[in-house]
């Protein structure tokens, strides 16, 4: 099937050959210097929900210039693929991702003390080869090809999931190349207000808490976390949970439940160390 982009893009053996769109949050861009390089801010790391077409087609107008995908720069991106093959070297693993779009390596490095705790740890799902996987991470060149260097790799337990990302993926491209359906449709904007805000949850009466309201499998020490990263001003190496816990007035214990809760969601990410968090703009 045609899905608009001629035949220049060869199909792969992922099946379904879906969600050809792709998509992306929208951000805020990134900031610029006095002397005209780019400072990272972490209020500006977003995630954009992309297909590895996407990745493979975005463009980066000087080798130190952010990717943009659909003209706006992306940071972290996020997207499932069925895993084609695993090579796990002694500080990294590379997934070979398809999402019937295009293929792509996913490299996440791991110390020795990591790989052999996972190797032995029965509780948890494999991520094994045919079997599809979530990826967060960031968009990386070397030696003019493109990888994903990945914070965050897990298993897909519900293949539901495949497809609600696609459709997820599908309507954020649109609202970057169509404009969002209230702009498309005048009437009843001004009493409908903004639809990307009613479905994002940006300024939902959920106590400040952004788009957490809807996030129901979150527990409430992790809505506190989250809410202290995303509004305590702070470093791009963002907060330590010490000084979450002595601004939460909690135990460190829960503040390290509820960010093992975060990083498991993909909400926030590792900086200078595995106890230093910043948040992602979800």
């Known amino acids: 099937m045609d899905y608009g982009y001629s035949n220049q893009y060869s199909t792969t053996s992922y099946g379904a050959q879906g969600g050809a769109g792709g998509g992306g949050f929208l951000n805020q861009g990134s900031q610029e210097s006095p002397a005209g390089g780019k400072q990272k801010v972490y209020g500006q790391e977003t995630l954009r929900p992309v297909t590895i077409k996407q990745v493979l087609d975005a463009e980066q107008p000087h080798p130190d210039a952010e990717f943009k995908i659909d003209g706006t720069e992306v940071t972290q991106v996020t997207f ?37 705790a996972m190797e032995t740890d029965d509780s948890k799902p494999k991520l094994i080869e045919n079997s599809y996987a979530r990826v967060w991470g960031r968009l990386k060149p070397f030696n003019n090809r493109r990888h994903v260097g990945s914070h965050i790799i897990r298993p897909v337990t519900n293949l539901d999931e495949v497809q609600c990302h696609l459709l997820e993926a599908t309507y954020v491209h649109l609202c970057y190349t ?21 479905q994002t949850g940006y300024g939902a009466g959920d106590g400040g808490m952004g788009n957490l309201g809807q996030q129901t499998n979150l527990s409430n020490n992790a809505r506190k976390i989250m809410h202290c990263l995303r509004t305590v001003e702070q470093s791009n190496e963002g907060l330590h949970m010490h ?25 926030i ?14």
Do not use: C, F
Not at 82 to 101: A, E, F, L, P
Not at 178 to 197: H, I, R, V, W, Y
Not at 257 to 264: A, F, H, Y
Not at 269 to 281: C, E, G, I, K, Q
């Open 243 to 267: 000084d979450i816990a002595q601004r939460l007035h909690m135990d460190m214990a829960d503040v390290g439940k509820g960010g093992d809760e975060l990083l498991g969601q993909g909400m």
């Open 178 to 198: 169509k404009g969002t359906p209230d702009a498309a449709s005048s009437k009843g904007a001004a009493t409908n207000g903004s639809l990307a805000e009613q």
């Open 269 to 282: 990410y590792t900086t200078v160390d595995d106890n230093t968090w910043a948040p992602l703009l979800l």
């Open 80 to 116: 499932i693929g069925q895993i084609r093959s695993v090579s796990t070297q002694h500080t990294n693993i590379t997934y070979k991702m398809d999402d019937g779009t295009g293929t792509v390596e996913v490299k996440q490095w791991v110390d020795s003390d990591t790989t052999n």
